[in-house]
């Protein structure tokens, strides 16, 4: 790998964990209505929920090699994951490849399944 290669990809994942505290951060802030809002719907409420003020987030409290830790994690379980397994384990709490259980499947949890 070239000396320019491997800077893009650094900087590519730099990014990709800026993404992802950004989005962790911001989704800490939503109330339970806000985030079940944006999951039955794939949408923001209006208005746009503002973000947490710098310094409110419990992650602003975390060292940076605690929060590639926690990044990293993330990635191993719904990086490599495609657009309809992400879905199916919203809808569900588990992944396609693990069987529905009656008792930890939210689809046959009638106290947290989601409106079909």
């Not at 999951?39 to 602003?60: F, I, K, N, T």
Request: charged share 30%.
């Amino acid at each position: 790998m070239t000396t320019l290669d491997a800077r893009i990809a650094r900087l590519e994942r730099e990014k990709r964990f800026r993404e992802w505290f950004n989005f962790k951060r911001y989704l800490e802030g939503l109330t339970d209505q806000q985030l079940e809002f944006y999951v039955h719907h794939g949408q923001w409420p209006e208005p746009v929920p503002e973000p947490l003020p710098p310094g409110a987030s419990r992650l602003d409290r975390m060292d940076r090699k605690s929060l590639i830790r926690l990044w990293e994690e993330h990635e191993r379980e719904f990086g490599s994951r495609t657009g309809e397994e992400l879905t199916l384990y919203c809808a569900h709490g588990h992944w396609p490849e693990q069987p529905c259980e009656e008792r930890s499947c939210l689809k046959s949890n009638p106290l947290t399944a989601t409106n079909q």
